[in-house]
């Protein structure tokens, strides 16, 4: 398919885009005569022809590179077929002409012409071929050494890929542990909500208890100073008054059984009513030494 259509791009006028429909119009008969088909209908916007424009030059432009390609490819084969006669008469002049030569030489140069092409050479001469071959061994080399570092980088990751199918393996298994763990845990959860909550329900009561025990406390005058080494103190001195107490007791139940004498009978008692009062005034003395001690 070739552009027989030379596109130029008109001054920048108000006929530009006519001139365009019409290159693209012209560009696009060409393309479909070459096929022998009819250029289909559409609706020429803007858009389209722009677009259309941009195809039609960029064609035109490869369809010139092509032809000039082209052109040099006929040049060099006419070129190649007039060397090709001239060699092919020198040969026939001097008797070894293609025909007359054995059939194992001719399969000889067929195949040191394939070889030739092969290696991309552009003569038979034996330097050529050695040139040829040490480009291609270093080439293989460089190919070896590269495969050996595809296969070292191949050998670490399927190295990786192992590890990572073993720690796939292990997660997947942590999965199934934790999700059959779901259902005690749930529930032992749903235990300690419960433990919780009855918990909680203690701690008021033994903070309203507290409360209650310490207004308790406050209203029989209980303070931080009465300590449990002063109740005991206390309580001894007690039993120590108790013993000093008893024979006074005893005496003034005596006196009960005695006939009664007013007289000596108020003596008696005011005599004991002393006796009773100092012991008082001693257990006050003793109870105020031991919290002024633990002051």
């Known amino acids: 398919m070739s552009d027989s259509v030379s596109l130029i791009d008109p001054p ?20 479909f005569e070459a096929s022998a088909k009819e250029v289909p209908a559409f609706e020429y916007t803007s858009r389209s022809v722009a677009h259309l424009y941009n195809l039609a030059t960029l064609s035109q432009a490869k369809t010139k590179a092509a032809n000039i390609v082209a052109a040099d490819f ?9 060397q090709a006669a001239r060699i092919r008469e020198i040969l026939e ?4 002409a293609q025909e007359s030569l054995p059939s194992n030489v001719v399969s000889s140069a067929q195949v040191l012409a394939n070889v030739a092409n092969l290696l991309n050479i552009r003569d038979t001469e034996l330097s050529s071929f050695l040139v040829a071959m040490g480009d291609i061994s270093l080439r ?11 296969q070292k980088e191949s050998k670490i990751l399927l190295d990786y890929t192992r590890k990572a199918i073993a720690r796939l393996t292990y997660l997947k298994r942590t999965l199934g542990q934790l999700e059959d763990d779901v259902a005690p845990c749930e529930a032992q959860m749903e235990n300690w909500k419960t433990n919780l909550a009855v918990m909680a329900s203690k701690e008021r009561q033994y903070l309203q208890q507290y409360n209650n025990y310490k207004a308790l406390l406050n209203r029989v005058g209980y303070t931080p100073e009465i300590s449990h080494g002063v109740l005991v103190e206390m309580a001894e001195h007690r039993k120590e008054l108790e013993k000093k107490t008893k024979p006074i007791l005893d005496t003034l139940r005596s006196y009960q059984d005695l006939p009664p004498d007013k007289a000596l009978a108020a003596l008696a008692i005011e005599d004991k009513k002393r006796q009773y009062a100092a012991a008082e005034k001693y257990l006050e003395d003793v109870l105020h030494s031991a919290l002024a001690t633990n002051d």
Not at 12 to 31: F, G, H, M, N, Y
Request: glycine share 2%.
């Open 12 to 31: 920048p006028t108000e006929s530009r885009e006519a001139a365009r429909i019409a290159d693209v119009k012209a560009w696009l008969a060409s393309q």
């Open 74 to 82: 006929r040049q060099k084969a006419a070129e190649y077929r007039s």
């Open 140 to 150: 293989k080399t460089s190919v070896e050494e590269k495969r050996a570092k595809v």
């Open 93 to 96: 002049n001097v008797g070894l």
